[in-house]
T-cell receptor
Framework: SQQGEEDPQALSIQEGENATMNCSYK?????LQWYRQNSGRGLVHLIL?????REKHSGRLRVTLDTSKKSSSLLITASRAADTASYFC???????????FGSGTRLQVQP | DAGVIQSPRHEVTEMGQEVTLRCKPI?????LFWYRQTMMRGLELLIY????????DSGMPEDRFSAKMPNASFSTLKIQPSEPRDSAVYFC?????????????FGPGTRLTVT
């Protein structure tokens, strides 16, 4: 199965700064998703980008996808303390209706 | 909609005891997934169902683990007997393939501690 690997594992920034997280995967995909997990909570879907899209925006989120490099990035602009969470990329498994999640990036936004 | 509901939220049990985790998916969703999350192994898919039928249980670690989905609104994950290495957060998620493709909706999780 494909697996997304996030980079960096941890990121600490000041409120108002931008945060960029990267994800790499191994095989062809038809979409890639990003999820957020607040401490002690379940994962929440943020955004999905399809393989024929290169960039997608949702509020302060910007996602890019480079299928030639098998990589994606999530940019959070003008970060807030409430953005403190772990962020995961997820890719569909080949031949089955399941997702494989990466190891996640822990983002700490200092007020 | 209330979202995916899991119970209990926390479970502490002794090694050897039976543990049953419960999940109520979002009404109308046709896929249900059970995951386990640990610091060491991250988020692992254990099993998933489509229309109440188990499709892939290759992630179930051992025969001590079993899962059922007797109807569209209820699923259980059972561990018998439990061991300390089963300590983890167990998540249930559901999705509706027809409209949202692979987007999954997660419950709040059950934190299991086996002593």
């Amino acid at each position: 199965s494909q697996q997304g690997e996030e980079d960096p594992q941890a990121l600490s920034i000041q409120e108002g700064e931008n945060a960029t997280m990267n994800c790499s995967y191994k095989t062809s995909i038809n979409n890639l998703q990003w999820y957020r997990q607040n401490s002690g909570r379940g994962l929440v879907h943020l955004i999905l980008i399809r393989s024929n899209e290169r960039e997608k925006h949702s509020g302060r989120l910007r996602v890019t996808l480079d299928t030639s490099k098998k990589s994606s990035s999530l940019l959070i602009t003008a970060s807030r303390a409430a953005d403190t969470a772990s962020y995961f990329c997820a890719t569909p498994d080949t031949g089955r209706r399941a997702l494989t999640f990466g190891s996640g990036t822990r983002l700490q936004v200092q007020p | 909609d209330a979202g995916v509901i899991q119970s209990p939220r926390h479970e502490v049990t002794e090694m050897g005891q039976e543990v049953t985790l419960r999940c109520k998916p979002i009404s109308g969703h046709d896929y249900l997934f059970w995951y386990r999350q640990t610091m060491m192994r991250g988020l692992e898919l254990l099993i998933y169902f489509n229309n109440n039928v188990p499709i892939d249980d290759s992630g179930m670690p051992e025969d001590r683990f079993s899962a059922k989905m007797p109807n569209a609104s209820f699923s259980t994950l059972k561990i018998q007997p439990s061991e300390p290495r089963d300590s983890a957060v167990y998540f249930c998620a559901s999705s509706l393939y027809g409209t949202s493709r692979y987007e999954q909706y997660f419950g709040p999780g059950t934190r299991l501690t086996v002593t």
